[in-house]
């Protein structure tokens, strides 16, 4: 089964630089990225998702990186505010085929006042 | 408009017994997607439904199983509980399978 990876599995950065989780995937026909916010005792919230069908997405402050040749994503945050600290999880999924989402170990994102 | 609701919160039990999970999906979904947090882990898929029948299943045994009810909700069943089963369960809710999926706030339980 699909296997994703997370790195690094804390992360801490001054207010107002930018911040960058990476993710590996295992199974070369995953076409579905998201990622999803967890503040402390809170539930997951999608921030960003993207199709395999292309390779960059912005929103905002937020943006994902697809390589798929490489099977890896990215989520960069520039301008990072105290707000951004939480856990980011990435996941993968093969929507149309074997479909569930798989999901990384997560990152504990610090912001640095 | 309501997100997804579970009940209950929190819920404590001891080795052996039984729990029964709730979960209400967002007002336009059909698609409930149940998973496992454990402290400092990400969410292990458990399974999913989806018109009423279990779609998928993630690597659980047998003492977990659900059940997707005609207005879409669904509940989440663990028989034996083992002190190992103590985590997060998140409930999600999507329009048919896992894009997009919206989280509950999760119940959690703990066995002692």
Redesign the interface.
């Known amino acids: 089964g699909e296997n ?1 990876e ?1 790195h690094p599995s804390t992360l801490s950065v001054q207010e107002g630089d930018s911040a960058v989780i990476k993710c590996t995937y295992s199974d070369s026909a995953s076409n ?1 990225f ?1 990622w ?1 916010k967890q503040e402390l005792g ?5 921030i960003i ?1 993207i199709r395999s069908n292309v390779g960059e997405k912005k929103d905002q402050r937020i943006a994902v990186t697809l390589n798929k040749t490489a099977k890896h994503f990215s989520l960069h945050i520039t301008e990072t505010q105290p707000e951004d600290s939480a856990v980011y ?1 990435c ?1 993968a ?1 093969n ?1 149309g085929g074997n ?8 990152t504990r994102l610090t912001i640095i006042p | 408009d309501a997100g ?1 609701t579970q009940s209950p919160t929190h819920l404590i039990k001891t080795r052996g017994q039984q729990v029964t999970l709730r979960c209400s999906p967002k007002s336009g979904h059909d698609t409930v ?1 149940w ?1 496992q947090q454990a402290l ?6 458990i399974f ?1 439904y989806y018109e009423e029948e279990e779609r ?1 299943r ?1 690597n659980f045994p047998d003492r977990f199983s659900g059940h997707q009810f005609p207005n879409y909700s669904s509940e989440l069943n663990v028989n034996a509980l083992l002190l190992g089963d103590s985590a997060l369960y ?1 409930c999600a809710s999507s329009r048919g ?10 119940t959690q339980l703990s066995v002692l």
Not at chain 1, 42 to 46: A, F, I, S, T
Not at chain 1, 99 to 106: R, S, V
Not at chain 2, 97 to 106: A, D, I, T
């Open positions: 994703v997370q579905y998201p999803y809170k539930r997951p919230q999608l998702d999880f996941a999924s929507l479909e569930k989402l798989t999901f990384g170990t997560g | 997804v997607s998973y400092g882990q990400g969410p292990q898929f999913q998928q993630g998140l399978g896992y894009e997009k999926l919206f989280f509950g706030s999760g």
